[in-house]
T-cell receptor, first 116, second 112 residues
């Protein structure tokens, strides 16, 4: 009965470096979402996967951000040339059926990214 | 039109009291309105959710009131307890993607 897991829980990096954040959704959940939460704010949508494909990436702030989900399960959010403004909590959520009664999104504990 | 406005920003309630948090939206296409509870350092956890075909939903001490014509919805926490102290977010979504648009959050402190 595992929930959504995210690794690492904390990541400290230097400006300009590349980082990867991993999300393991609940088994069987076809929908996967990435959100970013700045301190004192609500989560903001980044990207949505249905299966292996990115069905909506309208929330990605720029082309330094990219995400993949090659086998329709685990997803990786990739950030190139990190900037101090990228510092935030990155949250992953999954759901069984995004448009229907099973549309509840279950969130992971997040990865706290700090860019020095 | 995608915004969800939430108030108050913070709230202090005595143990046993009623906590009320309000949200308003503009996009009439929204068809799912969840409330999430978040403790420090943790991800948000679904508390209760409503769809616009009903005006109220109650689960234990938590009730959502929904006013479709006013485009407003609120969370009521009855008999508030110190363990309810957390940040509460309203959200809204629509369509096939169901991506959530969150409010700015309400920091609730329940005093013993």
């Amino acid at each position: 009965g595992a929930g959504v897991s995210q690794t690492p829980s904390n990541k400290v990096t230097e400006k300009g470096k590349y980082v990867e954040l991993r999300c393991d959704p609940i088994s069987g959940h076809t929908a996967l979402y990435w959100y970013r939460q700045s301190l004192g704010q609500g989560p903001e949508f980044l990207i949505y996967f249905q299966g292996t494909g990115a069905a909506d990436d309208s929330g990605l702030p720029n082309d330094r951000f990219f995400a993949v989900r090659p086998e329709g399960s685990v997803s990786t959010l990739k950030i190139q040339r990190t900037e101090r403004g990228d510092s935030a909590m990155y949250l992953c959520a999954s759901s069984l059926n995004p448009g229907g009664p099973g549309g509840t999104q279950y969130f992971g504990p997040g990865t706290r990214l700090t860019v020095l | 039109q995608q915004q969800v406005k939430q108030s108050p920003q913070s709230l202090i309630v005595q143990k046993g009291g009623i906590s009320i948090i309000n949200c308003a939206y503009e996009n009439t296409a929204f068809d799912y309105f969840p409330w999430y509870q978040q403790f420090p350092g943790k991800g948000p956890a679904l508390l209760i959710a409503i769809r616009p075909d009903v005006s109220e939903k109650k689960e234990g001490r938590f009730t959502i009131s929904f006013n479709k014509s006013a485009k407003q919805f609120s969370l009521h926490i009855m008999d508030s307890q110190p363990g309810d102290s957390a940040t509460y977010f309203c959200a809204a979504s629509s369509g096939a993607t169901n991506k959530l648009i969150f409010g700015t959050g309400t920091l609730l402190a329940v005093q013993p």
